[in-house]
C-alpha cells in the first residue's frame, strides 16, 4: 500500500525559506510524479507543480516561478524515496498547509499534509 | 489558465436526497481529463472520480462523475453523513492544472 509521509509543522519568519519533505514507502515513486497542492486557511486547493522522479523534469505555476524549488532524492543506483518542495521569500499569505500527492492530475494517494506558519 | 467554477458554492441537503454538484471550465477540458475530490477537515484530498466519469479505486457506486468540454456533474445519488466535506474539481488537461474553488456540502 503507497504511503506518503511528510514532515512535521514548520514556523517561519517572513523572509525565510522553508522545505518540507514528502517520504513514500510501500512502492518507488520512479518514474512517477510528486505535486505539491496548498491550502491556505479558509481557502480551497492550490496547485503548486509537479516533479517528475525519473528525469527531474519540473512544472511549477506560474505563482510559484522563481521562489519554489521541487527536488527528490533520486541517486543513481536506487530508486528515489523522498521528495522535496521548497519555497523561499516567504510571506504570511504563504500560510497553508502543504499536502504532497502521487502522479500528476487525478491523485490517489496523499500525504498528511504540512502546516507552514508565517509570520514577522 | 483554465479557470473551473463549482456551483453552488454550498449545497445544504438531507440524507437520502441526490447531491448534484457543477464545475464549469473556461475552456475545453483536453482529453476530458477532470477529477473531483472529497475534502474533509483535517484529512488529505480523496480521490473520487479521474477522466470525468471514472471512480477511483474503493469509491462506491453512490459517487458517480459526468460531463465534457466545459460542463461536468459530480452526483452523489443517497446522501449519508459521512459525505459532509468539500468537493473540489481540478482538471489536468493543461498546465497548470487548476481546481476549482470547492462546494461545501451540508448534510442536514
Known amino acids: 500500500q503507497v504511503q506518503l509521509v511528510q514532515s512535521g509543522a514548520e514556523v517561519k519568519k517572513t523572509g525565510a525559506s522553508v522545505k518540507v519533505s514528502c517520504k513514500t514507502s510501500g512502492h518507488t515513486f520512479s518514474p512517477y510524479s510528486i505535486t505539491w497542492v496548498r491550502q491556505a486557511p479558509g481557502q480551497g486547493l492550490e496547485w503548486m507543480g509537479w516533479?517528475?522522479?525519473?528525469?527531474?523534469?519540473?512544472?511549477?505555476?506560474?505563482k510559484f516561478q522563481g521562489r519554489v524549488t521541487m527536488t527528490t532524492d533520486t541517486s543513481s543506483d536506487t530508486p528515489a524515496t523522498t521528495a522535496y518542495m521548497e519555497l523561499k521569500s516567504l510571506r504570511s499569505d504563504d500560510t497553508a498547509v502543504f499536502y504532497c500527492a502521487r502522479g500528476v492530475g487525478a491523485m490517489s494517494s496523499w500525504g498528511q499534509g504540512t502546516l507552514v506558519t508565517v509570520s514577522s | 489558465d483554465i479557470v473551473l467554477t463549482q456551483s453552488p458554492g454550498t449545497l445544504s441537503l438531507s440524507p437520502g436526497e441526490r447531491a448534484t454538484l457543477s464545475c464549469r471550465a473556461s475552456?475545453?477540458?483536453?482529453?476530458?481529463?477532470l477529477a473531483w475530490y472529497q475534502h474533509k477537515p483535517g484529512q488529505a484530498p480523496r480521490l473520487l472520480i479521474y477522466g470525468a466519469s471514472n471512480r477511483a479505486t474503493g469509491i462506491p457506486d453512490s459517487f458517480s462523475g459526468s460531463g465534457s468540454g466545459t460542463n461536468f456533474t459530480l452526483t452523489i445519488s443517497r446522501l449519508e453523513p459521512e459525505h459532509l466535506a468539500v468537493y473540489y474539481c481540478q482538471q489536468y488537461g493543461s498546465s497548470p492544472h487548476t481546481f476549482g474553488q470547492g462546494t461545501k456540502l451540508e448534510i442536514k
Open positions: 516533479i517528475n522522479a525519473f528525469n527531474g523534469k519540473t512544472n511549477y505555476a506560474q
Open positions: 475552456q475545453s477540458v483536453s482529453g476530458g481529463y
